[in-house]
C-alpha cells in the first residue's frame, strides 16, 4: 500500500482503540479458516493467526506460533481430499478444486504477510510469545531488566507481569509516523538507547535490545557503550545478524556467547516466516 495512502487510513482510526479496529487482513484469514476447513494441516496455520490477533487484541502476549509456511503437499492434499467426496470429472469437485487451489497463493502470501501486519497493527516487530518471556524471566531472576527500543513495550509488560522491575524505554521517535506507538501496553520512558543505559546501566544486571531499526548504527552505539562502561550485565539481543535487523557495525563486532541459557532462550522464540530471528548473548 501507498506510504501516503496507509497514513490517510490511520488518521481516520485514530480515535479507535486498537482492538476495535476491523481489518481486511483478519476478515480475510477468517475466511480461509471455514474454507480450509476440511484441511486441518493447513487450517491449524490460520487457526494460529487469529488466535494470536484475538490474544493480542485483548492485550494479551500470543503463544508460540508454527511456521507460517503452508505445506509442501498442499495441492496433494486438497486433490485427496476431492478425489474421496466426488467421481473423477463431477462438475462440483472440479468447481470447488479450482477455488482452493486459486486460494493457495493468497492464502500464502496472507500468512507471510503477519509480521507486516503485526508492526502496523500492534506495533509488535519481534513475535513475543508468551512461552519465550517467561524464559526471559527466568533467565533474569532477581536482577533488575533495562528494555531500550522497548517498542509497545511487549517484553516490559511481559516482564513486569511476571514482578520484574523493568525499566523500558525508547525513543519514541518512530511513533510520530505509526499510530500504533500511541497504544503503549506498559508505561515506557522516553530515551534513546545510549541515554537509557548512561541512566540505568549501574542498577541493572540484564538490557534487552529487540529489533533494533535495520542499518541504523543505534545497536552499534549501545554495545560499545555497554563495553566502555564499568557496569556487569548481561545483554539480550533480538533480531536477524546481517539481514532484517540492526547495522552491519553492530553484527560484524558483537562476540557471541553460546550456552545452556541461550539455547534455553530460543527454545520457544522460534521462526515463524522466512526472518531468521533468534536470541543472543552479546558481549
Request: overall charge negative.
Amino acid at each position: 500500500m501507498n506510504p501516503r495512502k496507509l497514513k490517510k487510513l490511520k488518521k481516520q482510526f485514530r480515535h479507535q482503540p486498537l482492538a476495535e479496529q476491523k481489518t481486511a487482513y483478519i476478515d480475510r484469514m477468517t475466511a480461509y479458516y471455514h474454507e480450509f476447513n476440511d484441511y486441518p494441516a493447513i487450517k491449524l496455520l490460520i487457526s494460529n493467526v487469529l488466535l494470536a490477533d484475538k490474544m493480542l487484541a485483548a492485550g494479551d502476549l500470543p503463544q508460540q506460533l508454527p511456521l507460517l509456511q503452508l505445506p509442501d503437499n498442499s495441492e496433494d492434499l486438497i486433490y485427496q481430499n476431492l478425489n474421496q467426496k466426488f467421481p473423477q470429472g463431477d462438475p462440483v469437485g472440479d468447481k470447488l478444486w479450482d477455488k482452493l487451489t486459486g486460494a493457495l497463493p493468497h492464502l500464502d502470501h496472507d500468512l507471510r504477510y503477519f509480521r507486516d501486519y503485526l508492526e502496523d497493527h500492534y506495533g509488535m516487530w519481534a513475535y513475543t510469545p508468551r512461552p519465550f518471556i517467561s524464559d526471559l524471566a527466568d533467565f533474569v531472576g532477581e536482577r533488575a531488566v533495562l528494555e531500550v527500543m522497548a517498542g509497545n513495550g511487549y517484553i516490559s509488560k511481559g516482564l513486569r507481569d511476571a514482578h520484574k522491575t523493568v525499566y523500558a524505554t525508547d525513543s519514541q521517535a518512530w511513533t510520530a509516523e505509526n499510530e500504533t506507538g500511541r497504544h503503549p501496553l506498559t508505561t515506557i520512558e522516553p530515551l534513546n538507547a545510549r541515554d537509557a543505559f548512561a541512566k540505568y546501566g549501574e542498577q541493572v544486571g540484564v538490557v534487552v535490545m529487540s529489533w533494533s531499526p535495520d542499518g541504523l548504527p543505534l545497536d552499534w552505539e549501545l554495545l560499545q557503550a555497554i563495553r566502555q562502561s564499568s557496569a556487569q550485565v548481561d545483554f539480550v539481543v533480538l533480531g536477524e545478524p546481517h539481514g532484517a535487523t540492526g547495522s552491519t557495525e553492530f553484527w560484524d563486532n558483537a562476540e557471541f556467547v553460546e550456552n545452556a541459557a541461550t539455547r534455553k532462550l530460543n527454545r520457544h522464540y522460534t521462526n515463524i516466516d522466512l526472518i531468521k530471528d533468534h536470541v543472543y548473548l552479546v558481549r
